[in-house]
């Protein structure tokens, strides 16, 4: 018998994607879905339900599945890069565009010289956009500000973000994304100056939840992602790398090797970086915007991913140089028409394996006992047909936390 409290979530198809389900998408028919405070306490066949005493909310057969997850953007910036994707349309590379100054430290300067309050406001509309889209949890990097003031201003931007919009925000420190203009020539130097300072003191403010590191060669060396990632495993601080992106230096074995919680792009993974990825649990995080976006013609190694069973997330990677997509669902499109995915991978990219991304494995990203109380109700019967249209929004309700916010953004 439901309690007061509890609100009873009745007559819908629940695409629970429990890991431990055998059926497709974890998929369950004719249950009852019991919320209690912002937890789930329960998924029961109807006929078992005694609602009377509770709020009981019909939907009529839609589908339900766990709120997207977003686990990887880099969404808190100033000014924008449309001068110079057409540089890249007229076919100058990005690596070119990166040793002329331009690149992510284009976006550093103009992040730089937005104040706190413009830098939150700018970045609104594009939160809201994926919050419309059923986002209910989302990573934002710092590493445009690149100093110790502007990584923080970043990340209190995004502090102040969570604290107003119905969404959970996990913060990674980005500050080794590029070398800033300040250290040209001196990459080590300015490791050693996230290490030893602006590392320790974010850390210390409580202003991120893990460390992540543009290991590339137009980023970091190997060796300098690996003295970053000791100096954060001394401070107890989770790992993760955007790696193989562009060249295979190794970084996903380095990440691997930290149990880091997942590497990102991997266009140029390869068999030893999967074992390893395997041992260590570690999430391989793909990126089709970027790869469509700079018109990348090397596929990750899907197939062999697959084959080791190493989980695979999906994320928009947002950010105004290589993906510039405040869509989630455009980029779960593009993982099946670019990378092959099949749809019940896609969901499970953007839903449990974005949440293991996370570290957020055991509380997110599945409709189970005990879970959040994060969920989507959408206008249509199956998961495939949000990846299959776009442009059109099939959300019906949106509930964070047990309480039901599709309107919040609609005001
Ligand atoms: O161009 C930018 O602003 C970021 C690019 C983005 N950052 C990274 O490490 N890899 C990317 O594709
Ligand atoms: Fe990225």
């Not at 198809?13 to 329960?42: Q, W």
């Not at 074992?275 to 062999?304: D, H, M, N, Q, W």
């Not at 669902?329 to 099949?342: G, Q």
């Amino acid at each position: 018998k439901a309690q007061s409290q509890d609100v009873v979530w009745r007559n819908s198809r629940i695409a629970s994607m429990d890991v431990d389900s055998t059926s497709a998408y974890g998929l369950i028919e004719n249950h009852d879905l019991i919320v209690r405070d912002n937890k789930i306490i329960a998924i029961l066949p109807s006929d078992e339900v005694d609602g009377t005493d509770s709020q009981v909310i019909d939907v009529e057969g839609r589908l339900i599945t766990p709120g997207l997850i977003d686990c990887h953007t880099h969404l808190i910036f100033g000014g924008n890069r449309a001068a110079e994707w057409e540089q890249r349309m007229n076919g100058v590379s990005y690596e070119t565009i990166s040793a002329q100054g331009g690149g992510i430290n284009s976006t550093v300067r103009s992040t730089r010289q937005t104040d706190e309050k413009a830098l939150f406001e700018v970045s609104q509309p594009r939160l809201e956009a994926l919050i419309r889209e059923g986002v209910t949890t989302i990573e934002m990097k710092s590493g445009y500000g690149l100093d110790f003031e502007s990584e923080k201003k970043q990340l209190q931007v995004a502090k102040q973000l969570a604290a107003i919009y119905p969404i959970s925000v996990s913060s990674t420190l980005l500050s080794a994304h590029t070398v800033p203009p300040e250290y040209k020539g001196k990459a080590d130097e300015y490791i050693d100056l996230i290490c030893e300072d602006i590392m320790p003191k974010l850390w210390h403010e409580g202003l991120f939840e893990s460390v992540d590191v543009f290991c590339e060669s137009v980023g970091f060396s190997l060796e300098q992602s690996k003295k970053l990632f000791l100096a954060a495993q001394k401070l107890g601080i989770p790992v993760k790398g955007h790696v193989e992106q562009l060249s295979n230096l190794g970084g996903s074995e380095l990440v691997a090797s930290f149990k880091g919680l997942s590497v990102d792009h991997i266009e140029y993974l390869d068999i030893e970086g999967i074992r390893a990825l395997k041992k260590s649990g570690t999430v391989a995080v793909l990126l089709p915007g970027a790869f469509y976006f700079l018109r990348e013609t090397k596929l990750p190694p899907i197939e062999l991913l697959r084959e080791h069973q190493v989980p695979m997330a999906i994320s928009t990677d947002f950010n105004p140089g290589t993906s510039p997509f405040a869509s989630l669902r455009m980029i779960m499109n593009m993982a099946a028409v670019l990378f092959r995915l099949t749809p019940e991978e896609i969901w499970a990219g953007v839903t449990c394996h974005a949440a293991k991304a996370l570290g957020r494995e055991q509380t997110h990203g599945q409709l189970k006992a005990g879970y959040h109380a994060d969920f989507i109700v959408w206008n249509a019967k199956d998961p495939v047909e949000m990846i299959y249209e776009q442009g059109s929004n099939p959300l019906f309700m949106r509930v964070y936390q047990g309480v039901v916010t599709t309107d919040v953004l609609a005001a």
